[in-house]
Structures are given as C-alpha cells and as structure tokens.
C-alpha cells in the first residue's frame, strides 16, 4: 500500500545517523541472517577453490616444489604455473594475495577490463544469489524480528522473479553508463583536456575528477536501485517499473539526506577495506591464521552489506510511516493433504461420526 506525500510531510525528518545506527543494530541482532549471507558466500566460491585445488595438485604432484610452496609465494613457480594455466588456475597471481585482488577486480570492472570466464561465471552466480536472497533479507530487516526459514524463503522465491525484472531496468541503465558516458568521459574529455598538459600530476587529478563523476552516476542507479527493491517488499508492489518511479520520487525530495545516508554507508566500508588492507595475509602467513583473518573479514562485509540495506529499509520506513510492516502477511506453507484432512476432521465433529 504506497503511501502519499502528505502522510510524509506530517511525520518528523529521520535522522540519517540514527537511521545508519539502527541498521547496524538490527544486522547485529540478527545472526542467522549474517550466517545465511556467509554461507551462501561461501558455497559461490567452493567450485573455484575446488578447480584451483585440482590443478595445484594436478602440477606440484609430490615434488620437492609442493613442500616449498606450502612454506609461501614463490614467484618463479608461479610465473612457470601462469603460462601454462588454463580456465579458473589463470586466476591465480599475486594479485590473489590479500588486498591486491579486492583492487584489482574493481579497477577491470572501472576499465571495462574483460574479466575471465571463471570470475565471470562466479560474479553471475553471486548476483543470482544476491537476487534470490535481497527479498527475504529485505523483507527479515523491515520486521525487525525473527522469521522462520519457511517464511524467509517463500518471501525470497516471490520476489525473486520481480528483482529479476527490475534488474533488467537497472541493468540496462548501467549499460548505458558504460556504453556512452564511460568513453565520452576518458576517450573524448579526458584526451581533450589532457592534450596540452604539461605535468603528469594534472592528468592524474583530471582522471581522477573523472572517475568521481562516473561514481556519482553509478551511484545513482544504484541508490535508485536499493529503494526500489525496499519499496518493493515494504509495500509488496509488483509492478517494477512503478518501484523504480516510485524510489526516483522518494529519492528526489530527500536528495541530500539519502546522499548522506549513502555516504556513511560507503565510508564504513571504506573502513573495512582499510582495515582489510593492514591486515590482510601475506604469502608467508600461517595458512590457518591466513584463514581465520579472511573470514573475519567477509563477516565484516556481509555486515556492512546486510546494514546498508537495513539503513535504508530504516530511513524508508520512517520517512513513510511504514515502522509498523505493511506488506503481506508471513507465508507459512500449505499443511500435506493428509494433515488437512485431519484438520478438517477436527473442525468438523459431525463429519468425523459419518466417518465411523
């Protein structure tokens, strides 16, 4: 049930900051939703971690190299491994170690870089996955309480196939960002404004200017993107290209406080990637130290994550007056024909003495 402007305009302005608080408290009291996250994280990767496995195996054997390649990274044998790998192994390089590879994948995908097939494959899988689990997720942060495994995934199964419709608007805006605006920026202004430049330094801060307004128009999709998806389950619309008119609008009269709401979402993760990158393992750390920093840092992500999202289910629903969830009642699962026909005995005694 959308709510008007009017009933906007007559409840009080929500603080970003005690929106961006109470996401962050919501996430933290509910655990599961975080280990769901996690899991599902994990299962993404397990296929590539098995093929880099197989083929590790398949070089190192039972070599003298095995025993020293466990000791850390050796770049000579992984120069020799590279020019000879092929599928997801061609993924393993340095720039796997520890911060490098979190940098590297955001500036191909920045750069319209072709990425591998297997990142490929494992990126499309995690956004499916994404897709299927943002319903349930949005729809546990909006009650603010625990809901059965039943519910969470017969919410996340019926907004599945409306997510995947709004992805098709929202894809094809990002393709339009990097169809047309990506090459006016740095083919055409870039090479127009850097022909005459004399110094290194102004060709950087004018690329740099650059990327930040690449970064304003992505993230504007991209808000656009969140409040349609929370206006979607908070208010069970099924029309997606209403959501998507329906977050502009949103959007639009609360452009500087959304903005804000969005950039301390942003910094915090700033934060995590800052952290990440003093603490990230190097070659010749302890493997199970190594793995227990990683994990940490992927809850740190998935909090990050799951509290962007419940920031904005927050601000959504003080803002319109949703505090008290609107949507459809919990799904609970039809009872076997077996446990009906007993139900239906029991409310009916005389049925049940025709029976005997």
């Not at 390649?69 to 393993?92: I, K, L, N, S, Y």
């Not at 950039?263 to 990440?276: E, R, S, T, Y």
């Given at each position: 049930m959308p709510s008007s402007p009017e009933a906007s305009a007559a409840r009080p302005r929500v603080p970003i900051i005690a929106a961006f608080l109470e996401?962050?408290?919501?996430?933290?009291?509910?655990?599961?939703?975080?280990?769901?996250?996690?899991?599902?994280?994990?299962?993404?990767?397990?296929?590539?971690?098995?093929?880099?496995?197989?083929?590790?195996?398949?070089?190192?054997?039972?070599?003298?190299?095995?025993?020293?390649?466990?000791?850390?990274?050796?770049?000579?044998?992984?120069?020799?491994?590279?020019?000879?790998?092929?599928?997801?192994?061609?993924?393993?390089?340095?720039?796997i170690l520890g911060f490098g590879g979190t940098i590297s994948i955001v500036s191909d995908l920045i750069d319209r870089e072709a990425l591998s097939p297997p990142l490929v494959a494992a990126a499309t899988t995690s956004i499916l996955v994404w897709v299927f689990l943002s319903g349930g997720i949005l729809d546990r942060l909006a009650r603010g309480r625990p809901v059965g495994a039943a519910h969470f995934f017969g919410v996340s199964a019926v907004f599945f196939w409306r997510f995947l419709r709004l992805g098709v608007l929202i894809g094809a805006a990002y393709w339009a960002l990097f169809r047309w605006l990506h090459p006016w920026l740095f083919e055409d202004l870039y090479g127009r404004w850097t022909r005459d430049v004399m110094r290194e330094g102004d060709g950087i801060a004018i690329r740099v200017a650059l990327y930040g307004v690449l970064a304003l128009a992505l993230g504007l999709v991209s808000v656009v993107a969140d409040f349609a998806k929370v206006r979607a389950v908070v208010e069970d619309r099924r029309s997606m290209v209403g959501a998507v008119g329906a977050a502009l609008r949103f959007v639009r009269r609360r452009a500087v406080r959304v903005s804000g709401l969005y950039?301390?979402?942003?910094?915090?993760?700033?934060?995590?990637?800052?952290?990440?990158r003093w603490t990230a393992p190097s070659g010749a750390a302890s493997p199970w130290l190594a793995l227990l920093v990683t994990q940490v840092y992927l809850l740190a992500r998935v909090w990050a994550k799951?509290?962007?999202?419940?920031?904005?289910?927050?601000?959504?629903?003080?803002?319109?007056?949703?505090?008290?969830?609107?949507?459809?009642?919990?799904?609970?699962?039809?009872?076997?024909?077996?446990?009906?026909?007993?139900?239906?005995?029991?409310?009916?005694?005389?049925?049940?003495?025709r029976l005997l």
């Open positions: 996401g962050w408290r919501r996430v933290l009291r509910a655990p599961r939703l975080s280990l769901t996250a996690l899991a599902a994280m994990f299962l993404i990767a397990l296929p590539m971690a098995l093929g880099m496995r197989g083929a590790l195996q398949a070089h190192l054997g039972a070599s003298s190299e095995a025993d020293r390649a466990v000791e850390g990274w050796r770049p000579d044998w992984a120069a020799e491994f590279g020019a000879q790998a092929q599928g997801v192994a061609r993924t393993f390089t340095h720039e950039l301390l979402n942003g910094l915090a993760f700033v934060a995590i990637l800052v952290v990440w799951l509290a962007f999202m419940a920031s904005e289910v927050v601000f959504f629903q003080g803002e319109l007056a949703h505090a008290h969830y609107t949507a459809a009642p919990d799904v609970v699962w039809p009872d076997s024909p077996a446990a009906e026909a007993i139900d239906n005995l029991a409310r009916s005694p005389d049925a049940a003495a």
